[in-house]
């Protein structure tokens, strides 16, 4: 006989015994809104990660570490009284019903219904897109700024992609990639200057510039910047592992050799890349 699986009620009622002051996990009940947002953080890289590896069989772990965390603010929240964990799942079901008339005409479940044709489906799109419109002009009489509600802390290249595609949304943007490579270029050069002229500091700041350049380039081209940058991490690594591995094989570590000889390993590692068949590790 197999055993019952567990639901979200069983997940919420261990979510309550954590916290319990008396009978609960010491390290949980420590827990406040602001030490949990760095695991949070974590959670959603680690679900992101196994996918981008096609890690299927670690997806449903790091999906639930993710659902945890969700779980972990709705408990704060109803311990003091704000709101609980339904009244997340009833607010994201009426947002998402809202934001697809084209699907639920009369913003019910119910309202979803089989046989609609194509071209009631494309007249339903246009009265979403029309009402998302109204949406957005509504916003921007209300805002002070189109930039307003970019998240403060989201990682850094994934805010300057936001806020350049906010600023491009009303025409604050080149008319195509070359002017933002010469951007990128430009902003290489004030490095330049300032590390000629002997200011490290403001050297480090131009660093920032041409990287917010570099990201504009990224948002040009479709490509999101972090994971962009999580691929040429990954791919950093496995060829300074392989560089390890040739001369760990001679019995040498990369401190003992000369930075030419492991230029040469990790030219042979992105051969070997290119073409593992043909390329040994100790070349």
């Known amino acids: 006989m197999n055993a019952r699986r567990h639901g979200l009620d069983d997940l919420l009622s261990l979510m309550a015994v954590l916290r319990d002051p008396r009978e609960g996990c010491p390290w949980d009940v420590r827990q406040d809104w602001d030490s949990i947002v760095p695991h949070t953080l974590e959670e959603a890289y680690e679900v992101a990660d196994a996918i981008e590896r096609r890690a299927f069989d670690e997806l449903p772990g790091e999906l ?25 799942v009833d607010t994201l079901t009426a947002k998402m019903l809202a934001r697809h008339p084209h699907v639920f005409p009369d913003g ?83 490095v330049e200057q300032a590390l000629a002229e002997g200011d490290v500091d403001h050297a480090g700041e131009e660093v920032g510039d041409l990287l917010f350049a570099v990201v504009n380039l990224a948002r040009r081209l479709g490509s999101d910047p972090e994971r962009a940058l999580r691929g040429t991490n990954a791919k950093f690594e496995r060829r300074f592992q392989y560089v390890e591995r040739a001369l760990a094989d001679q019995q040498r570590r990369p401190e003992d050799v000369s930075l030419a000889e492991m230029d040469r390993h990790w030219d042979a590692a992105k051969r070997h890349e290119r073409n593992p068949s043909k390329e040994s590790l100790n070349e």
């Open 64 to 88: 639930g570490d993710l659902l945890f965390q969700v779980v972990y603010y709705s408990r704060f929240a109803e311990e003091e009284g704000r709101f609980d964990f339904h009244d997340v």
């Open 108 to 190: 019910t479940l119910a309202s979803r219904r089989e046989g609609v044709s194509a071209a009631e489906v494309e007249t339903r799109q246009v009265k979403s897109n029309w009402e998302a419109l109204k949406a957005d002009e509504r916003h921007a009489r209300a805002a002070i700024s189109v930039l307003d509600d970019v998240p403060r802390n989201l990682p850094a290249l994934s805010r300057a992609a936001k806020l350049t595609k906010r600023a491009a949304r009303v025409g604050f943007d080149w008319p195509d990639e070359r002017g933002v490579i010469a951007k990128i270029r430009e902003e290489l050069d004030e």
